[in-house]
């Protein structure tokens, strides 16, 4: 399990099962599970996880099927960013109903040090998940991701706000490149 316990509240976006949404964060935690891992309640057994490290206030949940002491580390220009990138099975966001699909899991926690507008919040989720699916197809698999993919960017809840998040922007270009570089080197 791989745990950040923020001193602060920070302003957070992200898809994650608990946690998700717009809003201040207090903790993250990114749990591994066994690929087998069916369980109905996600949201209710990252809870108990955090419950149990004594982790207080609102948090973000994340689980993958990956070891995550395996996690990449990525910087750029002040962007720090972490995956742990399980691409055993790889799909296409678009794929026909009938096509199945098991759990895997690419998750992205990113820390950005301005605080960001929302909709720049939203934008760099964009841009992180664009340079996720570029890596992706660089390492030779036509796929955009899994079916259980998350991210989580994090920034100041106070300050000087930045209006965009973008792949041109200056902080979505930091993201983008370390999103890139931290998928790509991935196992």
């Known amino acids: 399990m791989l745990v ?12 994650a099962v608990l946690g998700g949404g717009i809003g201040l964060r207090s903790w993250i935690i990114n749990v591994t599970v066994p690929m087998s891992y069916d369980r109905d309640d996600p949201a209710d057994h990252l809870a108990s996880l955090a419950t149990g ?23 750029d220009g002040g962007v720090r960013l972490w ?4 691409l055993g099975t790889p799909t296409q966001a678009a794929a026909p109903p009938e096509v199945a699909h098991r ?5 992205i926690v990113a820390w950005v040090p301005q605080l960001l507008s929302e909709g720049a919040l939203v ?3 964009a841009t992180v998940t664009e340079a996720k ?15 259980t993919d998350s991210v989580t960017v994090l ?5 000087p706000e930045a209006p965009y998040g973008g792949p041109r922007s200056y902080w979505g270009s930091r993201l983008a490149r370390a999103a890139y570089a931290a998928v790509l080197g991935g196992t």
């Open 4 to 15: 950040w316990r923020l001193p602060s509240p920070l302003r957070a976006i992200s898809s």
């Open 123 to 125: 934008n760099a989720v």
């Open 83 to 86: 995956a742990t990138v399980g």
């Open 155 to 159: 920034c100041p809840p106070s300050g």
């Open 53 to 75: 490290l004594a982790l207080e206030g609102p948090g973000v949940g994340l689980l993958t099927g990956v070891d995550v002491a395996e996690v990449v580390h990525a910087s």
């Open 103 to 107: 759990a895997g899991t690419v998750n």
């Open 133 to 147: 699916t570029q890596a992706i197809r660089d390492r030779g698999i036509d796929a955009t991701g899994t079916a």
